[in-house]
């Protein structure tokens, strides 16, 4: 396969065409972003994490019955997706509050919620990825009331699987963002990725933070944080 032309630069990762028009080249880059771009860094080593994390989380997903757009990993930082028509949207799941959540609506940091809650945000970084709800989304043609519910659908069981995964490694999954795209036939993919820049994930015991949290509170070096959770998801061998 060959590597084409930029298509897209975005804060964590570039897209570039390739030989095969139904496939994008994703490079994972070693940028850091919070306040949605305001604070920016490079952090030497981030680029691999999160494509080593999120192929492995994918290839999870895919074992689970749960397709996406990954096709599979190049290098330590790039991989070939499937090119997908992206919705302009922005997917939540929450099972226990946290960030937005608790500060919008005032509900300590840590409470389990009775049932996942699902949540949709405009993508829209010059309006700051407003938070929206399903009539916005049809009213704007965003997507139909039929995709809504099935992005939900796809969203919730992600949810379970993810659950279990980060369960099983003992790390509690708070909350975390999708996002989907449309093939060329027409069916809803999971896209983009997930990694701890795209979830809330404490440690069982101590509930002490493996993800983005460390970089948006300056509460330490992500980058063992985010080796912690390759290590916990792969074996040594199959890194
Ligand atoms: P929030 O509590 O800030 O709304 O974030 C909810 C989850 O979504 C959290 O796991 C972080 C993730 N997220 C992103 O991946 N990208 C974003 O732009 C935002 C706002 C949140």
Redesign the pocket.
């Known amino acids: 396969m060959i590597k084409g032309q930029l298509l897209y630069e975005g804060k964590a990762k570039a897209l570039y065409t390739t030989s095969d028009k139904d496939q994008l080249w994703v490079e994972y880059k070693d940028q850091a972003t919070a306040g ?1 771009g305001e604070r920016k860094e490079t952090i030497a080593g981030k680029g691999q994490l999160n494509n080593q994390i999120t192929s492995t989380v994918f290839e999870y997903l895919l074992s689970e019955g749960i397709p996406s757009h990954f096709v599979k990993k190049l290098s330590d930082t790039e991989q070939v997706i499937k090119k997908v028509d992206m919705f302009s949207l ?1 997917v ?1 799941v ?1 099972n226990v509050t ?4 608790s500060r919008r609506l005032g509900v300590e940091e840590g409470t389990q919620l009775d049932f996942p809650v699902v949540e949709f ?1 405009l993508k829209e970084d010059e309006l700051n ?1 407003p938070f929206i709800n399903e009539d916005h989304i049809k009213v704007l043609k965003l997507a139909t009331d039929s995709e809504v519910s099935e992005l939900k659908e796809k969203a919730l069981e992600v949810n379970g699987a993810l659950k279990k995964l980060f369960d099983s490694i003992g790390i509690t999954l ?4 999708l996002e989907f795209g449309k093939d060329s036939e027409g069916a809803i993919l999971l896209a983009d990725e997930i990694s701890p ?4 994930l404490w440690e069982k015991n101590t509930n002490n933070r493996l ?2 949290d460390v970089f948006r509170q300056q509460t330490g070096d992500i980058v063992p944080v985010y080796q912690e959770v390759l290590n916990r998801l792969t074996p040594s061998h199959a890194r």
Do not use: H, M
């Not at 708070?174 to 963002?177: M, S």
């Open positions: 949605n922005e939540v929450r946290a960030g937005s959540f945000y990825d708070i909350d975390f963002k820049d795209t979830c809330r993800d983005k």
